[in-house]
């Protein structure tokens, strides 16, 4: 059955209309129950019944329970943030080798981490449009493909040419997937595990860096570019094997693939009749197009979500973490750290740990809770930072006192990345995916995400030039950004745990 056959006038659009709201790709309906909606009719109608009936039977004993099923889902997106995560560490441990290789120049090389970014910028911009009309596991398929190619590109690589081609092909695969993600995982996640569930992205995300680094010390990097391919080659075939998110099938009418996705997600013995009305409700009383004005984003209940949103992203990036861990490694160096490709494995390490612990505690403490202790800590841990730096500068480099400083700068790094993890890091993209109205999803989130990445570039760009300007200078600069977060979270963001989507988001009306 087509999907313009299925939808038919559920909310009385005409055809044409129809035709361009609905998706051009779906998959995953492995699960659908019996002959009812699938394709076919007379010997081939039952057999494909009957292969339903056992395929359902045999799925039914193993998703069973809530937790198992959506936790499964979120396993396989999460190779999509792995990915984000070994793209950004990639360049860390195979600079030297690259240079020499190819003959770049530090310059040349710089281009070629920043392109990502540039990338990045453009799959943000796509991101919502994409995953509006052709469905949240559609885009993370399409994000695939061009990481896959830009990994083999980077592999073969003779010039500068081919990796700055695959670096940009990269970014736009993770800029879509650093939306379309954490959006999925909220929309399919039961409202008591939503918190940790979504964490799993930023967890994937610093489990993909550490394994770029670790890696990165064994293996050439030509090798570690065709390693970088594996995540998404996996990707591709599990999102098969997943259901589509039930609010987007709402949202695009198919109501029936709607409740069965949610019995999926809910297990075969749950009742899911109060969650898909509430979740058929929303859908209804919100706008009939999929599209809405940017003059529409002014009023309330689209301004303070998406404020919210903007806002908690951009200080994500303007606390300076992509400075911190870029240049982690002359810090090290600084502290007297022989091996800073070791140690700067041993800060990822901590990322990994810091931020699964985060994921333990979300839906047991709280978005909020965690947010104004990750903030205060990076506050008070780059303080330190900066303060030591600036001392630094009245001793000699052989005094005792000097190398005290160096140490102290260094615990306040660690204790920064620690604190980072705790809330900031992850927390962010959770909200996002949370306080936003379904019907302004593709646009907001689109340009939230974008305002992420554009700042990350710029924070990037510009770490060198402040902190050959003055490092204590810039290290006060992402101080008292990382102060003016927690007075953002303190007097804006509100609590979303325990509460369904569409609980928070008519919240906002």
């Known amino acids: 059955m087509s999907f313009r056959e299925e939808s038919g006038s559920e909310d009385g659009r005409s055809s044409s209309a129809a035709d361009l709201k609905k998706p051009f790709l779906h998959t995953?309906?492995?699960?659908?129950?019996?002959?009812?909606?699938?394709?076919?009719?007379?010997?081939?109608?039952?057999?494909?019944?009957?292969?339903?009936?056992?395929?359902?039977?045999?799925?039914?004993?193993?998703?069973?329970?809530?937790?198992?099923?959506?936790?499964?889902?979120?396993?396989?997106?999460?190779?999509?943030?792995?990915?984000?995560?070994?793209?950004?560490?990639?360049?860390?441990?195979?600079?030297?080798?690259?240079?020499?290789?190819?003959?770049?120049?530090?310059?040349?090389?710089?281009?070629?981490?920043?392109?990502?970014?540039?990338?990045?910028?453009?799959?943000?911009?796509?991101?919502?449009?994409?995953?509006?009309?052709?469905?949240?596991?559609?885009?993370?398929?399409?994000?695939?493909?061009p990481n896959i190619i830009g990994w083999l590109a980077i592999s073969f690589a003779k010039d500068s040419s081919f990796l700055y081609m695959g670096r940009l092909l990269e970014g736009f695969g993770v800029g879509v997937i650093s939306y379309v993600v954490p959006v999925y995982i909220a929309e399919i996640a039961p409202q008591n595990m939503r918190g940790a569930l979504g964490s799993v992205n930023?967890?994937?995300?610093?489990?993909?860096?550490?394994?770029?680094?670790?890696?990165?010390?064994?293996?050439?990097?030509?090798?570690?570019?065709?390693?970088?391919?594996?995540?998404?080659?996996?990707?591709?075939?599990?999102?098969?094997?997943?259901?589509?998110?039930?609010?987007?099938?709402?949202?695009?009418?198919?109501?029936?693939?709607?409740?069965?996705?949610?019995?999926?997600?809910?297990?075969?013995?749950?009742?899911?009749?109060?969650?898909?009305?509430?979740?058929?409700?929303?859908?209804?009383?919100?706008?009939?197009?999929?599209?809405?004005?940017?003059?529409?984003?002014?009023?309330?209940?689209?301004?303070?979500?998406?404020?919210?949103?903007?806002?908690?992203?951009?200080?994500?990036?303007?606390?300076?973490?992509?400075?911190?861990?870029?240049?982690?490694?002359?810090?090290?160096?600084?502290?007297?750290?022989?091996?800073?490709?070791?140690?700067?494995?041993?800060?990822g390490a901590i990322q990994v740990v810091a931020t699964g612990i985060t994921t333990w505690l979300l839906d047991k403490a709280g978005r909020r809770i965690l947010l104004i202790i990750s903030t205060a800590g990076m506050s008070l841990s780059l303080l330190l930072v900066a303060v030591a730096f600036f001392m630094e500068g009245s001793y000699s480099e052989s005094s005792n006192l000097y190398h005290i400083l160096s140490i102290l700068s260094l615990v306040g790094l660690v204790a920064f990345v620690i604190s980072f993890s705790l809330g900031l890091g992850a927390i962010p993209w959770i909200i996002m995916s949370e306080i936003l109205p379904v019907n302004i999803k593709s646009l907001a989130g689109s340009v939230a995400t974008l305002a992420n990445w554009l700042t990350s570039f710029a924070i990037t760009m510009t770490a060198n030039l402040l902190l050959t300007w003055s490092s204590g200078g810039t290290f006060t600069f992402y101080m008292l950004v990382s102060a003016f977060s927690l007075v953002f979270v303190v007097l804006w963001v509100p609590e979303t745990k325990g509460r369904t989507l569409e609980e928070i988001q008519w919240s906002f009306r």
Do not use: H
């Not at 099923?69 to 943030?81: D, E, R």
């Not at 990045?120 to 995953?131: D, E, F, K, N």
């Not at 259901?243 to 987007?248: A, F, G, H, K």
């Not at 809405?292 to 200080?315: M, N, S």
């Open 28 to 145: 995953g309906s492995w699960y659908r129950m019996g002959g009812g909606g699938v394709g076919g009719s007379g010997v081939m109608g039952s057999r494909q019944s009957s292969l339903m009936d056992k395929m359902m039977m045999s799925s039914a004993a193993v998703i069973k329970d809530t937790a198992i099923s959506a936790f499964l889902c979120t396993m396989i997106v999460a190779l999509g943030p792995i990915q984000f995560g070994f793209t950004g560490g990639y360049s860390s441990p195979t600079q030297s080798a690259i240079i020499s290789d190819l003959g770049l120049s530090i310059s040349e090389f710089s281009i070629f981490g920043s392109l990502s970014n540039v990338g990045a910028m453009v799959g943000a911009i796509a991101s919502g449009q994409i995953s509006e009309y052709i469905g949240r596991k559609g885009s993370l398929m399409i994000a695939s493909i």
């Open 202 to 347: 930023q967890l994937s995300v610093t489990i993909g860096i550490l394994l770029a680094y670790v890696l990165g010390m064994f293996v050439p990097w030509r090798v570690l570019a065709v390693i970088g391919i594996l995540p998404c080659t996996i990707l591709i075939p599990g999102l098969f094997f997943i259901p589509e998110s039930p609010r987007w099938l709402a949202k695009m009418g198919l109501f029936e693939d709607a409740e069965l996705s949610l019995q999926v997600l809910r297990g075969f013995e749950t009742d899911i009749t109060a969650e898909i009305n509430e979740i058929k409700r929303a859908v209804q009383s919100s706008s009939k197009r999929t599209t809405i004005r940017f003059a529409e984003l002014k009023l309330k209940r689209y301004r303070v979500p998406l404020t919210l949103g903007i806002g908690l992203l951009v200080l994500q990036q303007l606390s300076g973490i992509n400075a911190v861990l870029f240049y982690a490694s002359s810090i090290f160096k600084t502290a007297g750290l022989t091996n800073s490709d070791l140690a700067t494995c041993g800060l």
